[in-house]
């Protein structure tokens, strides 16, 4: 495909904006539809980028010929029954992590996707942040091997509010959204499928009916192991930090930003093309189109972290 590729995106929230300004970046893309709940608000980011058209409908973007791709940023619970219309009108799909609160929802969305044979990944981000693409270059060339992962997922979210600080119409989760980003890069990031899968929940939030706070062990068939702790009632730093331990060094990874176990930072800023993970995505996806391949992070290759979710949901309900 040498035209430029005309996209929709649709959720017009803190993470849409992301797409909206990584997109800016990159030559041959243009967004030409956006949709979003409220449809004043949606009508001001198409305005703030150019955008021609604005609606709060997914079938209006999908019924416009020119559309290509769909970028999807909307609540979790919509992810698979979008992406399943998104290929069923013929578009490429990009699905902001997860894929699905569901293995059977995941499953659908793959079994759909080899029949199209259209571009379906998902915004597994941490598979291209220059970070850790930094320590998966090394793990590619024999120089590093994982030995032990060690990762903290922290929001103080006791109210059911956005990044922006907005009230949020749907409710988060720490397994089927946030595990989702460290189950799938640890198998990843050790080239080896994870094998062993244990997790343990406090209370479930009397308002929000969710857990606030799990720990979740995980071991792959080469031997590496992972422990992920995940809370929202962590009133302090937030975000997700990661801790590298290996057999020729320790690496903390915080996002786009990399350091070594002594925290001297380390310079990534040769890795890629950009700093910015989002953006990186993006180029990954628009890139696969134009080539006719799978892309990194796509359905089929994400899909065995959500067996693993599917698993330790099943540990979880069980208990």
Same mark, same amino acid.
């Given at each position: 495909?040498?035209?430029?590729?005309?996209?929709?995106? +649709?959720? @017009?929230? @803190?993470?849409?904006?992301?797409?909206?300004?990584?997109?800016?970046?990159?030559? %041959? +893309?243009?967004?030409?539809?956006?949709?979003?709940?409220?449809?004043?608000?949606?009508?001001?980011?198409?305005?703030?980028?150019? /955008?021609?058209?604005? %609606?709060?409908?997914?079938?209006?973007?999908?019924?416009?010929?020119?559309?290509?791709?769909? /970028?999807?940023? #909307?609540?979790?619970?919509?992810?698979?029954?979008?992406?399943?219309?998104?290929?069923?009108?013929?578009?490429?799909?990009?699905?902001? /992590?997860?894929?699905?609160?569901?293995?059977?929802?995941?499953?659908?969305?793959?079994?759909?996707?080899?029949?199209?044979?259209?571009?379906?990944?998902?915004?597994?981000?941490r598979? =291209?942040?220059?970070?850790?693409?930094?320590?998966?270059?090394?793990?590619?060339?024999?120089?590093?091997?994982?030995?032990?992962?060690?990762?903290? #997922?922290? =929001?103080?979210?006791?109210?059911?509010?956005n990044?922006?600080?907005?009230?949020?119409?749907?409710?988060?989760?720490?397994?089927w959204?946030?595990?989702?980003? #460290?189950?799938d890069?640890?198998?990843?990031?050790?080239?080896?499928?994870?094998?062993q899968a244990?997790?343990?929940?406090?209370?479930?939030?009397?308002?929000? %009916?969710? @857990?606030?706070?799990?720990?979740?062990q995980?071991?792959?068939?080469?031997?590496?192991?992972?422990?992920?702790?995940?809370? =929202?009632?962590?009133?302090?730093?937030?975000?997700?930090?990661?801790?590298?331990?290996?057999?020729?060094?320790?690496? /903390?990874?915080?996002?786009?930003?990399?350091?070594?176990g002594?925290?001297e930072?380390?310079?990534?800023?040769?890795?890629?093309?950009?700093?910015?993970?989002?953006e990186?995505q993006?180029?990954?996806?628009? @890139?696969?189109?134009?080539e006719?391949?799978e892309?990194?992070s796509s359905?089929?290759?994400?899909?065995?972290?959500?067996?693993?979710?599917?698993?330790?949901?099943?540990?979880?309900?069980?208990?």
């Open positions: 495909m040498d035209k430029t590729i005309k996209v929709a995106l +649709v959720g @017009a929230g @803190a993470f849409g904006i992301k797409h909206l300004d990584g997109i800016k970046n990159i030559d %041959g +893309v243009e967004v030409v539809s956006v949709i979003g709940r409220d449809l004043d608000k949606t009508r001001e980011v198409a305005r703030q980028y150019g /955008i021609a058209h604005a %609606g709060t409908d997914l079938a209006d973007s999908l019924a416009r010929p020119e559309v290509d791709a769909v /970028i999807l940023c #909307t609540p979790t619970q919509m992810h698979a029954e979008q992406t399943i219309a998104c290929l069923q009108a013929g578009k490429h799909v990009q699905v902001e /992590i997860p894929l699905a609160d569901t293995l059977k929802g995941a499953e659908e969305v793959a079994k759909l996707q080899q029949e199209t044979g259209l571009v379906a990944m998902v915004g597994h981000t598979r =291209f942040n220059p970070s850790h693409q930094w320590v998966h270059n090394k793990v590619k060339a024999g120089e590093f091997n994982i030995q032990q992962m060690d990762v903290q #997922t922290y =929001f103080f979210r006791r109210t059911n509010m990044a922006l600080g907005q009230p949020r119409s749907w409710t988060d989760h720490l397994l959204h946030h595990a989702a980003h #460290t189950v890069l640890f198998a990843y990031q050790a080239g080896s499928p994870i094998v244990n997790a343990l929940q406090g209370p479930i939030h009397p308002a929000l %009916g969710i @857990a606030m706070d799990m720990s979740i995980l071991k792959a068939a080469n031997g590496a192991i992972c422990t992920l702790s995940l809370s =929202f009632n962590n009133d302090g730093p937030l975000g997700t930090f990661f801790r590298y331990i290996g057999d020729t060094g320790t690496y /903390i990874a915080r996002y786009d930003d990399l350091f070594n002594k925290e930072k380390i310079d990534v800023s040769r890795v890629a093309v950009s700093m910015n993970g989002i990186l993006d180029r990954e996806f628009f @890139a696969a189109i134009r006719g391949r892309p990194n359905v089929a290759k994400v899909l065995p972290c959500y067996r693993v979710l599917h698993q330790l949901e099943q540990q979880l309900d069980a208990a």
